[in-house]
């Protein structure tokens, strides 16, 4: 299986993202800092794998200053340290609720370990990388829920079972989160299982999370798939011959409501999928939902620079040597215009069939509503 983060006891490497499909290079991560860019310039992305090398950048540098000997004794001093780091890395991206989850979650356990009576500097550094590397094997463990649950969904709701197709968009998989992936999950599930007649994926402009990463990942795991641009995804869906059962996508944050946030594009396939009485499922772990965000009304969404619109990037030569490649951007827009690049959208509730999560796929009540906050509480 495709790996994109490898971690073991501090040291932490991720595959340079933005090198692929061309070529499959690690790059180390030593510190909160090398973390807080590979984030911010999108060397790894999607939400649950940003919260992961947030943790693990930390990790790794905590492992560093342990060997050094220059962690601080007092475990008040070591938790102000963690702390200022933690809130470092949430500035990386804003969408994805996943990383600030994490960095809460982490908190409170540092905080609770430094008031303990024996408490010591290196006891709260060993509770925050503990709680750290524990997140890895978790996200991949849920992942693999995810994918059996929502599998079984969609075979239910299927006519025909035994052939199934599906639409995905983004990336979602494998490269996204610490294996397995979520909607990429699902279909690997569907897959295993055998009832998997085609998956299709979307290119995913502006920054191509679908062409590059969903489709070396369909490829490399063989499985049956075709590649779209955004603008057929209207005429997949009219196609009879096609024969579309869902539309299964990820999540950066999913809102108490239901309302969730995803890579731009998500709410007009979900406007579509309506429109065709195609079953339009979101799949994300317990950790992109976000029972303080009510709606999506209140979802800050990231936008990002205008070259990622206006010009593509590919390697110079048209391939990839052993050592990475050099990335060439080439204008594709014409010169001067102005350019709107919001990285994500919000898909309302209404328009979505059913939220697939590591403990089953929740469904809305029969007051045609979701009720997140009765599935899943603070013990979840
Ligand atoms: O901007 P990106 O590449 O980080 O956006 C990724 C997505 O929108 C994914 O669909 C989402 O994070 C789910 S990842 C399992």
């Keep these: 299986m495709l790996q994109a983060i490898k971690y073991n006891d501090g040291s932490l490497e991720i595959l340079d993202q933005l090198q692929l499909p061309f070529v499959q290079k690690y790059i ?9 860019h590979a984030i911010k310039d999108m060397k790894v992305r999607g939400a649950p794998a940003i919260a992961i090398v947030a943790m693990l950048a930390l990790s790794s540098e905590l492992h560093s200053l342990r060997v050094a000997k220059t962690l601080p004794e007092a475990p008040e001093e070591a938790r102000t340290l963690i702390v200022s780091k933690l809130d470092y890395l949430v500035t990386s991206r804003p969408t994805a609720v996943n990383l600030s989850d994490a960095a809460h979650k982490l908190e409170a356990i540092v905080t609770n370990k430094a008031k ?3 408490a010591t500097g290196l006891g709260v550094v060993a509770a925050f990388v503990e709680a750290a590397e524990h997140m890895l094997g978790q996200d991949l463990d849920d992942n693999q829920r995810i994918g059996h649950h929502g599998a ?3 075979m239910a709701h299927a006519t025909e079972t035994g052939n199934v197709a599906v639409l995905t ?3 979602t998989g494998s490269l996204a989160t610490s294996g397995y992936g979520t909607a990429l999950g699902v279909i690997r599930s569907l897959k295993s299982k055998d009832v998997l007649r085609r998956a299709y994926c979307t290119e995913t402009r502006p920054y191509n999370q679908g062409s590059r990463l969903t489709a070396f990942e369909l490829v490399h795991d063989e499985i049956p798939a075709t590649l779209i641009t955004d603008s057929m995804a209207g005429a997949l869906l009219a196609d009879t011959s096609v024969g579309l059962n869902a539309i299964v996508v990820g999540a950066d944050r999913v809102a108490a409501n239901g309302d969730t946030a995803n890579k731009i594009g998500t709410y007009g ?3 579509l999928a309506k429109h065709h009485g ?6 994300a772990p317990r950790t992109t939902i976000d029972l303080a965000t009510k709606s999506g009304k209140d979802i800050v969404i990231e936008q990002r620079s205008s070259s990622e619109v206006t010009s593509i990037k590919g390697p110079r030569d048209g391939t990839g040597t052993t050592d990475g490649v050099i990335l060439e951007t080439v204008q594709i827009a014409a010169p001067g215009i102005s350019v709107w690049n919001p990285a994500f959208d919000i898909t309302p509730a209404v328009l ?3 939220i697939i999560t590591e403990v089953g796929v929740v469904e809305k009540g029969s007051d045609g509503h979701f009720h997140m906050a009765d599935v899943f509480n603070d013990s979840t």
Excluded: M, P, Q, T
């Excluded at 180390?28 to 807080?36: F, H, K, L, T, V």
């Excluded at 195609?278 to 799949?283: E, H, T, Y």
């Design 28 to 36: 180390a991560i030593r510190s909160a800092e090398d973390g807080w």
């Design 169 to 171: 968009h983004c990336n």
């Design 116 to 118: 303990e009576a024996a």
């Design 269 to 271: 396939l979900a406007v």
């Design 352 to 354: 979505i069939d059913g």
């Design 278 to 283: 195609v079953k339009f499922l979101v799949a």
């Design 152 to 154: 079984e969904w969609i």
